[in-house]
């Protein structure tokens, strides 16, 4: 069992396959747990994320990860989160109750180095990229499969940079146009034909970058933002005026 009053645990670049939830039960004050280049497998034990509710960095980048707990949504001060180069085929549902995200990367770090792309639009043969921890960043899954996000997303509104380079993407759900204070969009590298013309308003975006694609126009509306994005089940709502 680890002490309690740990703040930082690095424990990258190991051989571990597993965290066991008791060496993590006291760890209430953790706040930053590299788990980068392991052997991870299959689901994180939701135990392990249960005892440190207080972490706002957490790197799983470079495992052999098939899911996120459920239980994600249970780190409300979470900032940063790596989970690029696992074997992910999606995102909870509960990652929108982390708040206070600030940027999202579901896709390789810029830099890294490229496959060719196969036949079916994905990619081979990529190289493993840096994996840098940068200041209030979530990185993402590159080399995953992700083929959709959840449109919950939506509610994670403190996003600046978001990132889903790398994977099998097919759509842009239109839910997700309402990132308010988004600057970077990176969504090179995956299977999209079309993007909805509500990623118009997101008026704070400084960097769209879209190589990689299939993509047969641009919509008006991506130039003149004059699109709302739609509002539904998954969605944050606005908060109504009281008077």
């Not at 990258?12 to 993590?24: D, F, G, K, Y």
């Not at 706040?31 to 706002?56: F, I, K, M, Y």
């Not at 052999?64 to 940063?80: D, F, H, I, T």
């Not at 579901?106 to 081979?124: D, F, T």
């Amino acid at each position: 069992m680890l002490p309690a009053s740990l703040v930082v645990l690095h424990l990258q670049s190991n051989a571990l396959r597993h965290v066991p939830p008791q060496c993590l039960a006291h760890c209430a004050s953790l706040a930053h747990l590299d788990l980068s280049h392991n052997q991870l497998e299959g689901c994180l034990d939701d135990a392990c994320v249960a005892h440190t509710t207080a972490l706002t960095q957490l790197l799983l980048a470079h495992n052999r990860l098939q899911a996120l707990p459920p239980s994600l949504g249970a780190l409300r001060k979470l900032q940063v989160l790596h989970v690029e180069f696992n074997q992910l085929a999606q995102l909870p549902d509960s990652l929108s109750a982390c708040r206070e995200l600030v940027e999202l990367h579901a896709g390789a770090p810029r830099g890294a180095g490229h496959g060719a792309r196969n036949g079916s639009g994905n990619h081979r043969d990529r190289a493993s990229p840096s994996t840098r921890a940068d200041a209030l960043l979530l990185r993402g899954a590159g080399n995953n499969r992700l083929q959709q996000l959840p449109p919950s997303l939506a509610c994670c509104r403190a996003l600046r940079h978001l990132s889903v380079r790398d994977n099998q993407l097919s759509e842009w759900p239109s839910p997700l146009c309402g990132f308010v204070q988004l600057q970077c969009l990176d969504l090179q590298n995956n299977n999209l034909s079309n993007l909805p013309g509500a990623l118009g308003n997101m008026t704070s975006l400084r960097a769209l970058l879209l190589e990689g694609n299939g993509l047969r126009t641009i919509r008006r509306a991506l130039i003149t933002g004059v699109a709302r994005p739609r509002t539904g089940p998954g969605v944050c709502k606005p908060p109504r005026a009281h008077t």
